[in-house]
Structures are given as C-alpha cells and as structure tokens.
C-alpha cells in the first residue's frame, strides 16, 4: 500500500470529523489538496485550514514563504496540515536498527532529503511550516497492514496515528 491509498482510506472519516466539529465551508475551515508537482513546494499532502485566503493565494503565500522566509507566515490563519506516511511493520532488526530497538518494531520513513526543485526536504518543510501560531503540522500514520482493512466503512480514526512535528528536535536539514 502507499501513502496515497491510504490517505484516500480516511479522507471521508476526516473531512466528517472536521465538519461536525469545527465546520466546513466559507467562512469556516477548507480542504487543500495539491497535486504532487505543487506538495514540493509545501511539504503536506492535505490540509484543513481556516483563512480569509483563496485557494491559489494559500498556496503562493504558503510556496513563497517557505522557500523565501523559512515558512514565517505573514497572514494569520489556522490550519491542520497532514502528510501521510507508511507505517512498516519490521520483525527483525537490520544492521542499521539503533540497539535500542528490539523487534518486532513499527518504521516510518522520514524524507530529510533536499529537493533540488526547491532546496529544501520534506520533513524541512513541514518542521518549518510547523514553527507559525495557528499551525497544527502532524505526520499522519495509519496503522493498516493488509490489503482487507481498507474495505472497512466506515474508516477508523483509531487506526490513524498522528505524531507531532514538534516532538521533532529539528529540522534535519538535508538528511543530517
């Protein structure tokens, strides 16, 4: 599975959770999702995010102040900004596991690597984004290991896992 079918997975539970609490709409919160010619610049794969901006201005102010000011946002806005990941299940330890670590283990892989499109990594991006009030930046990993739970209705939000950026000690500029 990648991470696209598994954000597909629990867009509706998502979408359903953020209207019946915090509302949809104008005025209220929106979804953003951009295509991957644009997530480079941005770093997310979705967000819900409450702005007085239109779409296309969200995602200039969002693409010129991370590769400009370090994603030091000038507009006020709050947003829920997710990037799914794929939550690997290891039985065994490899030669590269800390000693730390004793299997079975759950892995996820982190992207520290710049992109040359835009000079910064992923997880930059979103430790960065991540600095700005109002900002709520989260690695969203599901917890789905076959095929079958996919075809569970409706999605269970207790099967996503999100772990916050800020238990991130930095931003790991190009795979430091």
């Known amino acids: 599975m990648n991470e696209t079918v598994l954000e597909m997975h629990f867009h509706n539970a998502i979408l359903e959770s953020i209207r019946s609490n915090l509302g949809l709409g104008t005025g209220r ?3 953003y999702k951009y295509s991957p010619q644009k997530e480079c610049f941005v770093g997310f794969d979705q967000a819900y ?3 007085d901006l239109s779409e296309n201005e969200l995602f200039e102010q969002l693409k010129n102040d991370a590769t400009n000011n370090g994603y030091n946002l000038a507009n006020f806005f709050v947003g829920l900004f997710l990037q799914y990941k794929v939550v690997r299940h290891m039985k065994k330890r490899t030669r590269t596991t800390p000693q730390t670590i004793t299997a079975p283990y759950l892995r996820v892989s982190i992207d520290s690597h710049r992109n040359e499109r835009t000079g910064f990594s992923q997880h930059e991006l979103l430790y960065n984004l991540n600095q700005n009030n109002g900002a709520f930046v989260y690695y969203a990993c599901p ?34």
Do not use: G
Request: glycine letters at 0%.
């Open 29 to 31: 919160f929106n979804f």
């Open 49 to 51: 995010v409450k702005t």
């Open 143 to 176: 917890m789905i290991f076959e095929r079958e739970e996919l075809y569970k209705q409706p999605a269970d939000l207790s099967m996503l896992r999100l772990a916050d950026i800020t238990s991130c000690p930095s931003a790991y500029p190009d795979n430091e």
